[in-house]
């Protein structure tokens, strides 16, 4: 239905790009945030015609389509709010102390927005990673303006919500190029936005592949551009005995929801359970195994995700060593998607490195090892995660500090006794971890403090104060919080 920008078209939004930015830099921080406010009605008026776009294009349930939708609006307002506070600025101010030998000059640094941020659309969120998500809100916010490729699997979905903040540029009487929406199934789409010379960051939420295939293009630049690629993970959960003796059957359930919510199609999906060998963790298995039987096969968001899956879940399965948990008859196929719970021992765990791999769906692996020494074994074995989780009780958290020692270094958040599905939107989440979770541990993709990716630092030494942005003015207008020396 949608057509891939040709190469001109390509070059012509970046260039359009650029000149709106020239001019959207320079506006204040309360038009930004009104701006981003207003796209967050727009797409609330979009009522269920939206929603019913979005259901045929991806096969997601109408309530999780609703939710998704009040989430992204959500991010849209707190992002705005954020944006107004400035505490994203990092402001502060070094007086200048002329007596000092050798006097010490007045310097003032803030943050400056980088330029046009190409963001690619989410294929698992068609809301809130997509179109007005949350790196597309980001950008706004830090006073960039947007490029943004529809994922090609809810195209028209991505075309309606571009047309709401087409609408609130209109609105806010900004320029329309602020925002410019194109499509793109072919690579060489994606490999044009981001090699373009107008480009100056790129968002990214997708496959390993895909996040690695951008940041490479990006560093081929004459000038090479950061890339905050949110790639996957197998979001390891640790679970000992104490607590699974008390909680075996809270615990399985919590976690057979987890690992098949949305058909298992979230990043932080748990995909590696380790536990230590004994009767407790072999009724937690038995629990586990019996909850993710009872629920039913779902469909995924296209055919190339089903297809992915029914192919990586069938290597792990011939694996050596690996058992299946769960009924053997539920294999996963094309047109269905079942959930699998596979065992095998850390030994065998530990020399197969595909058993380290994402299986996106709803599949778990869960590790047996012999002790706690292996199960350090285990969590050294493991590449950067978005978030790990510890299943324990207080006592056992106390007595296995070196294993939290070596998660703290693998991942962006650590969960006790929860969850990681469900990623709060608010200031100190973080949702970004080690490579190759994401191409930059430093920021995170969502929460407020995801405006500071598209944004740098910049020093201004002895200015006139009337030549000042607000946020450095010694008056302070815009009554910020700012460190002072």
Same mark, same amino acid.
């Given at each position: 239905m949608f057509k891939d920008a040709t190469l001109l078209e390509v070059e012509d939004a970046m260039h359009r790009s650029c000149n709106a930015?020239?001019? $959207?830099?320079?506006?204040?921080?309360?038009?930004?945030?009104?701006?981003?406010?207003?796209?967050?009605? &727009?797409?609330?008026?979009?009522?269920?015609? *939206?929603? &019913?776009?979005?259901? /045929? &294009?991806?096969?997601? !349930? #109408?309530?999780?389509l609703k939710n998704e939708r009040a989430r992204t609006m959500h991010q849209l307002v707190s992002y705005a709010n954020?944006?107004? /506070?400035?505490?994203? =600025?990092?402001v502060s101010?070094?007086?200048?102390? @002329?007596?000092?030998? @050798? !006097? /010490? !000059?007045?310097? /003032?640094?803030t943050m400056t927005p980088l330029g046009p941020v190409v963001v690619f659309g989410s294929s698992n969120f068609p809301f809130a990673y997509s179109t007005a998500g949350g790196d597309t809100a980001c950008a706004l916010a830090a006073g960039c303006t947007v490029v943004l490729k529809a994922h090609p699997a809810h195209p028209e979905t991505s075309e309606c919500v571009a047309q709401a903040i087409a609408k609130a540029l209109e609105i806010h009487r900004l320029p329309k190029d602020v925002f410019i929406h194109l499509h793109g199934a072919s690579f060489s789409v994606g490999e044009a =936005?981001?090699?373009?010379?107008?480009?100056?960051?790129?968002?990214?939420?997708?496959?390993y592949s895909g996040g690695m295939a951008l940041f490479n293009w990006a560093q081929q630049r004459k000038e090479p551009i950061p890339v905050f690629?949110?790639?996957?993970?197998?979001? @390891?959960?640790?679970? $000992?005995?104490?607590?699974?003796?008390?909680?075996? *059957?809270?615990?399985?359930?919590q976690y057979a929801d987890s690992i098949t919510l949305g058909v298992g199609q979230f990043c932080t999906n748990p995909g590696i359970l380790i536990g230590i060998d004994s009767p407790a963790l072999h009724r937690f298995i038995e629990e586990l195994a019996s909850r993710m039987n009872a629920i039913p096969e779902g469909k995924m968001l296209h055919d190339g995700i089903a297809k992915a899956y029914e192919q990586r879940s069938s290597r792990a399965m011939t694996q050596k060593g690996v058992k299946v948990m769960t009924d053997p008859g539920r294999k996963p196929s094309a047109k269905s998607c079942s959930a699998l719970l596979l065992s095998v021992t850390a030994s065998?765990?530990?020399?197969?490195?595909?058993?380290h791999e994402e299986v996106f769906g709803p599949c778990s %692996? %869960?590790?047996?090892?012999n002790d706690a020494s292996e199960m350090k074994r285990v969590?050294?074995?493991? #590449?950067?995660?978005?978030?790990?989780?510890?299943i324990a009780t207080e006592g056992e958290l106390k007595q296995h500090q070196e294993l939290l020692s070596i998660i703290q270094c693998k991942c962006g958040r650590i969960i006790f006794n929860g969850v990681p599905t469900g990623v709060e939107v608010c200031q100190a989440m973080q949702h970004g971890g080690p490579f190759p979770a994401t191409t930059d541990s430093r920021f995170t993709s969502v929460g407020p403090d995801g405006i500071r990716r598209f944004a740098r630092p910049i020093s201004y030494q002895n200015f006139p104060d009337e030549l000042l942005p607000d946020e450095l003015k010694s008056a302070n207008p815009l009554g910020i919080n700012r460190t002072l020396e």
């Open positions: 930015f020239k001019l $959207f830099k320079k506006t204040s921080l309360a038009t930004r945030a009104a701006l981003m406010r207003t796209i967050a009605k &727009e797409l609330e008026a979009l009522g269920d015609h *939206v929603i &019913e776009l979005a259901m /045929r &294009e991806t096969h997601l !349930p #109408e309530g999780r954020a944006c107004e /506070r400035g505490d994203w =600025l990092n101010m070094c007086s200048a102390s @002329p007596d000092r030998v @050798p !006097p /010490r !000059p007045d310097i /003032r640094k =936005l981001v090699k373009n010379q107008h480009t100056k960051a790129v968002g990214f939420t997708g496959s690629a949110e790639m996957g993970s197998v979001n @390891p959960v640790y679970l $000992f005995n104490e607590k699974l003796s008390a909680d075996a *059957v809270t615990v399985a359930q065998s765990f530990l020399e197969n490195s595909i058993l %692996l %869960l590790v047996i090892c969590a050294e074995s493991l #590449e950067g995660q978005l978030t790990s989780s510890v």
